[in-house]
Structure formats: structure tokens, C-alpha cells
């Protein structure tokens, strides 16, 4: 059950675009569509923004989108905006029946 | 509204036991599996453990295997865990969130645990 690859930090300015990449192996991300990510802000339990790849749970602005090719997934979050600060975590069902989470990614606004 | 509690953490020795509770509000408890997550002092998310509505699938992580029990009381709105054999690195906040397929929409505020000599 090794941790999913993330980036340990993005950084942009606000109004811009990044991407989070999420990578792992045949036996977890590129095995299912269960990839989901989360934002997590200091002190505060994390919310989920995407699940199942693409999809985004009512509430959650349309600036953020998922996508995977192969054993990587990714998070776009377009329109940067301050409150957008926080880390990011991506996840996967594996074939072992359980989650693997990424290492998180830590995302500055400039 | 949704509502998931977490209580049960605290100061523990290594080696020692400590068990959680999640009161769950606001849903159908018995209709959703459940799952604990945990997360170290300033390091990531780990999945700890599922369990499916009816308490007839079970899974856990490989670093808890053998030490931590899953459960749930439907009557109670209730999920537990159950945790021996306590480890300084099972030192961490720990979520309960109720699971959809395998993703997580709702979670506790987490209660911390800390294994300490």
C-alpha cells in the first residue's frame, strides 16, 4: 500500500491556472475511475472536490476539474483564487479492496 | 444536516488501548459504510479502515491489521474502533467519514490520539 505520488507543493498567481498530478500504479489509479481529491486547510478536516475522476460534488466551483491518463490523475484548478490556499490530497481505490491516499500537495496563491 | 462526532482520543502508552466512537446524525446511518482515516501530526491522510453498512465486509490497512477492530452499532447510529497494541506512530487525528462507493463526501472534526511514554 505505497502512498500515491503528489507533488509536495504548486504555487500560483491568482486568475491563473495549475495542475496537481497524482501517480500510481495499474493496481490503483490506473486500474479504476475511484480517484478522488480532497482540500484540506490548516486545522480543518478535508472536503472532497472531485470523485470519480471527473466529478464534482454540488457546491464545489467549476474552476476546479479532474482527469487521468493512465496511472496518473490529475487537479486543475483554473481562476486561482486566494481562498484556493490549502493542501491537496488525492485518492484511489486499489485492487487490494482498500484507499491509498497521495502524499498531499501544498498549494500557494502568490 | 449531516453530523459525524468523533470522541474516545486521548493520551495512551505504547502498547496500550484506546477505543473511538463516531455519533452519526442528519442520515441513514445504517444505509452507508463508514470509514476511519487518520492523519499524523503534520503529515498526510491514511485510510485506516471500512465497513459496510451491514458489518459483513470489513477491510483494513496493512499497518493496522491485527490491532485495530472496525464495528458499528445501526441502533446507535454509532462506529467505532477499537485499537491495541497502540504504536508511537499510530499517533494522529483521527477522522471518521462515511464512505460512497470509495470516496469520502462527509467527515468528522477528528479526535486526537497520542501514544506516548
Known sequence: QSALTQPASVSGSPGQSITISCTGTSSDVGGYNYVSWYQQHPGKAPKLMIYEVSNRPSGVPDRFSGSKSGNTASLTISGLQAEDEADYYCSSYTSSSTVVFGGGTKLTVL | ?117
Not at chain 2, 30 to 55: D, F, T
Open chain 2, 1 to 117: 444536516e449531516v453530523q459525524l462526532v468523533e470522541s474516545g482520543g486521548g493520551l495512551v502508552q505504547p502498547g496500550g488501548s484506546l477505543r473511538l466512537s463516531c455519533a452519526a446524525s442528519g442520515f441513514t446511518f445504517s444505509s452507508y459504510s463508514m470509514n476511519w482515516v487518520r492523519q499524523a501530526p503534520g503529515k498526510g491522510l491514511e485510510w485506516v479502515s471500512y465497513i459496510s453498512s451491514s458489518s459483513s465486509t470489513i477491510y483494513y490497512a496493512d499497518s493496522v491489521k491485527g490491532r485495530f477492530t472496525i464495528s458499528r452499532d445501526n441502533a446507535k447510529n454509532s462506529l467505532y474502533l477499537q485499537m491495541n497494541s497502540l504504536r508511537d506512530e499510530d499517533t494522529a487525528v483521527y477522522y471518521c467519514a462515511r464512505g460512497q462507493l470509495w470516496f469520502f463526501v462527509y467527515w468528522g472534526q477528528g479526535t486526537l490520539v497520542t501514544v506516548s511514554s
